[in-house]
């Protein structure tokens, strides 16, 4: 006889029925007489009672044999218990072992180095809390195009593959049959921008890459960015979104993912501070506090991370930083009309020490000023030329940023290192599993 076969989350609408349950096993626990086994099928866990003298011989001789994350099919009566996790329980009547793991599974209870779980990713997923993070990061990419789609921004995919450099750091290239070398695409800004003349507003939700060697709890060199384009914005329409944009994010994980984070142990009061306006800092006044703190930082150069966490710890809510110098930034960037030293652009750094979890700038939109931005940074005017042209057909006031999605999940759910909010990451001396 076979029983409906049911999720976990779902075992609520089964109560007082037989069900079977497939899962992996998470806790084991006998009496003698009475035994307990925990099982997770990844929408909850379930504890399901074998009582010895209630089931056939083989059901029990099967559970005698159960290990750790072997997975099985149990059948049983749902039964609510208001101690359960869950609030189920499943009265046993039989039980199925389809994957018997060895007794050896690589992650027990007790502490393991990071670099242990990190070589066991393929099974350090299945612990409460790294499965926690990937809900988390569901709920913002869910949100993000949620947030982007109720605007009537369109979303636009961007190559990987690319024959041209979009932001200085290192590069990933390749041989690409008679054309010479590839790269992995390090934004999808350029395309964006295209993109935007074409249909307004736009957002791109991809992979990147960064040939970086740091090796830093922010730094991954495969990470996933969302870049909107918008046509007709200037910097402060720019900023003015972002905003919007990082607050709808992190009400969404508080109102939708409160048990994740709750599972994480964050304390969310700490995003309480999304809900005031977001600090606008010229860069020039970051310099002087910085100075102020002992510093020996000068006015042109780009802030470090331990800058950053300096100057958002002052305000300890997430502070925009504007206007850096020309020579700190990226080549695209439009000079600012009042201290053409600097550039419409800035970084938004995240509370709590986090630092920069977005970069944007409004778009150098005259085509001799590009073009000497280019020739002053020594890049290949010819792969460029497309880009050039944008300035040519049509050129247009525009604006766009590019927010890192590991840095932000890892800042709301309050996770130290980026490497834990990507299911496998990338990272220096990281290619496996
Ligand atoms: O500041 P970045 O380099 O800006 C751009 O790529 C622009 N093209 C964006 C745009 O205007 N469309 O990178 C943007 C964000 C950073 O603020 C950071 O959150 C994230 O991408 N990021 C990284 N995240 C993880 N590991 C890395 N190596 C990262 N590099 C950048
Ligand atoms: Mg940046």
Redesign the pocket.
């Given at each position: 006889m076979t029983f409906p076969s049911v999720r976990i989350s779902e075992l609520g609408r089964h109560a007082g029925a037989v069900v079977t349950v497939r899962g992996w096993v998470t806790h084991l626990r006998s009496s003698g007489k009475v035994a307990f086994v925990v099982l997770r099928d990844g929408s909850g866990t379930l504890q399901g009672v074998v009582v010895k003298n209630a089931v056939p011989a083989e059901a029990w001789e099967a559970f005698g044999r159960l290990t750790l994350e072997s997975s099985l099919a149990v059948t049983g009566e749902v039964r609510a218990d208001a101690r359960a996790p869950g609030g189920y329980e499943l009265g046993i009547q039989a039980l199925e072992i389809v994957g018997l793991a060895p007794l050896d599974y690589p992650i027990q209870p007790k502490e393991h180095g990071v670099d242990f779980l990190l070589d066991h990713r393929h099974f350090w997923l299945r612990s409460p809390r790294q499965a926690a993070i990937l809900r988390i990061r569901h709920e913002v990419e869910q949100s993000v195009h949620d947030f982007f789609y109720e605007r009537g921004f369109v979303r636009c995919d961007t190559p990987i593959l690319t024959g041209a450099q979009?932001?200085s750091g290192g590069l990933f290239e390749t041989e690409y049959f008679e054309e010479g070398k590839a790269y992995l695409a390090?934004?999808g800004?350029l395309y964006?921008e295209a993109l935007a003349a074409a249909l307004g507003r736009i957002y791109t939700f991809g992979p990147?890459f960064?040939a970086?060697k740091?090796k830093t709890r922010?730094?991954?060199?495969e990470?996933w960015?969302i870049?909107p384009?918008m046509a007709w914005y200037d910097q402060d329409d720019n900023m003015n979104l972002q905003e919007e944009f990082v607050r709808f994010l992190v009400e969404r994980v508080r109102e939708r993912r409160a048990a994740e984070l709750q599972v994480l142990e964050r304390d969310v009061s700490k995003l309480d501070c999304v809900r005031e306006p977001f600090v606008r800092l010229d860069y020039s006044d970051a310099i002087a506090l910085l100075q102020s703190k002992g510093s020996d930082i000068k006015w042109g150069e780009d802030l470090g991370a331990p800058d950053e966490a300096v100057v958002v710890g002052e305000y300890e809510r997430p502070v925009f930083v504007v206007n850096y110098p020309k020579e700190a930034k990226?080549f695209y960037m439009k000079e600012n009309p009042a201290d053409p030293r600097t550039v419409r652009c800035a970084?938004l750094l995240a509370p709590e020490g986090r630092g920069?979890?977005?970069?944007?700038?409004q778009r150098e939109d005259d085509y001799d000023k590009l073009l000497g931005r280019i020739r002053h940074e020594g890049l290949p005017e010819e792969t460029y030329s497309w880009y050039l042209d944008l300035r040519k057909y049509g050129t247009f006031v525009h604006s766009?940023?590019?927010?890192?999605l590991?840095?932000t999940v890892a800042w709301i759910a309050g996770v130290e290192h980026?490497r834990e909010v990507i299911p496998f990451p990338r990272m220096m001396g990281r290619l496996r599993p």
């Open positions: 979009g932001e390090q934004t800004q964006g990147t960064r970086e740091s922010r730094h991954l060199t990470f960015m870049e384009e990226a970084d920069e979890i977005i970069g944007g700038s766009g940023f590019g927010l890192g590991e840095r980026i």
